[in-house]
């Protein structure tokens, strides 16, 4: 039989009971819809992490502690990894083997948020101690006020930059901001210190957001703060961030701070250096790992579906008996009724599969940009490919789990099917 | 064109083994208008299964149109009822949810072709349903659905018509109309034309009756009178219906 009438015979059969249809319709059709859902967020947060490693600044290179593919805490404080020091740094400016390295900076982050305070306020942000150089490095602008400056670290000034969110939540506004007084606990510790600037806005949202911040100078922190400090006492530092004055300078000069590197630390290689390109595709990895873990998960409500799919046509199968021996009666080979219940099996998963489609987007869309408790919010992205894949699947799954009830269907024998009733 | 050599049939009901056909030899000839008569038990529905290459003989030789169909594999005795047979069953077995036409058409479906459609429409016209066409089986009679089967069994020109109780469901005027058009069917268009009942008043519109007990042949009988005798025996019986017959089997007949 032609296949088009097969459709719309199968069509037709799937209208008779229409309720019977929707429900087994339903299996496929959440299992599609979960699938797009779930992978959009997986991709979102591929993308969101991908956007926030482009927002650190262009052509940066970044070392930490710790040996390349050696597992450490990159922030530097939980581990005792504490290989870099204010000394690395300073041989990094001073060295003449990097011709193309236009300014260091060295940054020390508290890994988790610190709690500031000023007046009734309280904000949550993150501490980055750092020197003169971080603003230029990291392609930072201000708001309001000024930066700190060569002073400010040899002084040990006890004054602080304010990211923009920052501002907004202590004092309403940047300008308000400049000139107040500040107090920021960490733990046990707590440390008074003056507003002389804020950022201006960064945009990028997600976890450990740039406008939530605090900047201090590196020095002060250290000295101030006692945990800064190396177990041997020396100035570490958590990571040392280098802009290349030109992009496709980025791999050579990481070379080159290599180099550097290993003769300041007696060719022990105790550090990594990292591109922005090896962040992007740590993320994405991490990203990738994640739409599958998701998709795999909502691929598995997929697959209920199916056998919920094949429930009902096995009783399809046998209530439509007779319909099978007259269609055997009137010359129908195996295949023809094979073919016919395949297709059935397939339209249903098909036409499961587009309502399943349109849910996963509807629900990708409602979700994107929505915090949900998380207190960052949640970026999700529907690509074609998620939405082929899941199409695909619901066609695939029909043919599966129609096989065998069509199998069966076809291998009734004429006489015994015409005498049921 | 139909020809039996020793036919058994034989089923296994657990460890039993029961005789349904003990040794049928029969043959029948292209126009022929037979009825195959028997209590229930008697055979007659395993034979009507084997002549309708729905089932094979267990052994014995079974020929139609010249081909031994009793050692083809499934799919070529569905290729056979296809091109073969043309099935009328008692409890019409029509597809609920087809219209007329869809039914009559699904038979040449499964054969592949042109003008499907075509020769559905006037399949069905020449049962006199060309205004019923696109109507379901539930939305017609008894009498009514009983024709679309019949058009169903004759769009693809088979040999064979093979009636399996074709009026146990029907009341006694439309048996009337319905004997009608299988009478026309085999005088007007030479169509061979087997009925399988357990009713002598069926059997008496044949030509020859063969009776089948304990899965043999008791009695083959051909009817020394025309059937249109036969007829006129129920004509008090059917009244009307008959009337329009008549004319059209006196004069069509061949002599």
């Known amino acids: 039989m032609m296949l088009y009438k097969m459709m719309r015979s199968a069509v037709s059969e799937l209208g008779v009971n229409k309720l019977r249809t929707a429900l087994t319709m339903l299996g496929i059709v959440i299992g599609v819809g979960a699938v797009i859902a779930l992978m959009s967020v997986g991709q979102g947060a591929s993308k969101g992490i991908a956007a926030e490693v482009n927002a650190l600044g262009s052509n940066l290179l970044f070392v930490e502690p710790g040996a390349p593919g050696e597992e450490t805490d990159t922030e530097g404080f939980s581990t005792a990894s504490f290989t870099l020091t204010a000394d690395d740094v300073e041989a990094l400016r001073q060295s003449t083997a990097l011709p193309n390295v236009e300014a260091v900076s060295a940054v020390s982050q508290i890994p988790l948020d610190s709690q500031v305070t000023a007046g009734g306020n309280t904000a949550q942000v993150t501490m980055t101690a750092t020197d003169e150089y971080f603003m230029a490095v990291r392609d930072f602008e201000l708001e309001a006020g000024s930066y700190f400056s060569a002073q400010d670290l040899d002084r040990k000034t006890r004054n602080t930059v304010l990211g923009s969110q920052t501002a907004i939540d202590l004092f309403g506004s940047a300008e308000a901001a400049i000139g107040q007084k500040v107090r920021i606990n960490f733990g046990p510790f707590s440390l008074d210190l003056t507003v002389i600037g804020v950022m201006k806005e960064r945009g990028a949202s997600g976890e450990g957001s740039e406008d939530e911040q605090m900047f201090m100078p590196l020095s002060t922190f250290q000295a101030r703060v006692p945990f800064a400090r190396s177990p041997t006492g020396g100035q570490s530092v958590s990571q040392i961030v280098i802009k290349v004055d030109d992009s496709g300078k980025v791999d050579s000069s990481a070379e080159q701070v290599r180099s550097v590197l290993l003769t300041e630390h007696d060719f022990s290689e105790d550090f990594t250096v990292k591109t922005q390109n090896d962040l992007k595709s740590t993320a994405e990895n991490v990203g990738k790992v994640m739409t599958i873990l998701l998709g795999a998960i909502a691929g598995i409500s997929l697959f209920v579906g199916g056998i919920g799919i094949m429930n009902i046509m096995l009783v399809s199968v046998s209530e439509r008996t007779r319909e099978i021996g007259i269609r055997k009666a009137v010359g129908a080979r195996r295949n023809d009724i094979l073919t016919q219940f395949i297709v059935e099996t397939v339209v249903v998963t098909l036409l499961g599969g587009l309502v399943g489609v349109a849910l996963g987007v509807t629900v990708a869309l409602t979700i994107d940009g929505h915090e949900f408790g998380t207190g960052s919010s949640i970026g999700t992205a529907v690509t074609p490919l998620s939405v082929g894949i899941a199409f695909f699947v619901s066609a695939i799954i029909g043919l599966f789990f129609g096989i065998y009830p069509a199998f069966r269907a076809s291998r009734l024998d004429p006489i015994e099917a015409l005498r049921t009733e | ?255």
């Open chain 2, 1 to 255: 064109m139909i020809r039996l050599r020793n036919v058994v049939k034989l089923y296994r009901a657990g460890s039993v083994v029961v005789p349904a056909l003990r040794g049928i030899t029969l043959d029948i000839e292209r126009g022929d208008f037979v009825s195959i008569i028997g209590s229930s038990g008697s055979g007659k529905s395993t034979l009507m299964n084997i002549i309708g290459c729905l089932d094979r003989p267990t052994r014995g030789t079974f020929e139609l149109a010249g081909h031994d169909v009793s050692k083809l594999s499934d799919d070529q005795l569905a290729y056979a009822r296809g091109r073969q047979i043309g099935f009328v069953f008692q409890a019409f077995n029509l597809l609920p949810r087809m219209s007329a036409l869809e039914q009559v058409e699904l038979p040449l479906t499964y054969r592949g072709g042109k003008n499907q459609r075509r020769s559905a429409m006037k399949a069905l016209a020449d049962v006199g349903l060309g205004d019923r066409m696109h109507h379901k089986p539930n939305q017609l009679s008894g009498g009514q659905q009983q024709r679309v089967a019949i058009a169903r069994a004759l769009v693809g020109e088979p040999s064979v018509i093979l009636a399996d109780e074709p009026t146990g469901a029907l009341d006694t005027k439309t048996t009337a109309d319905v004997m009608d058009i299988f009478v026309r069917l085999n005088r007007v268009q030479g169509m061979t034309v087997i009925f399988v009942t357990h009713e002598p008043e069926v059997a008496s519109y044949t030509d020859r009756v063969i009776q089948l007990r304990d899965g043999m042949i008791v009695s083959d009988t051909v009817a020394t009178s025309p059937p249109l005798g036969a007829i006129q025996e129920h004509e008090v019986l059917w009244g009307p219906g008959i009337k329009g017959l008549r004319p059209v089997l006196q004069s069509e007949a061949p002599a």
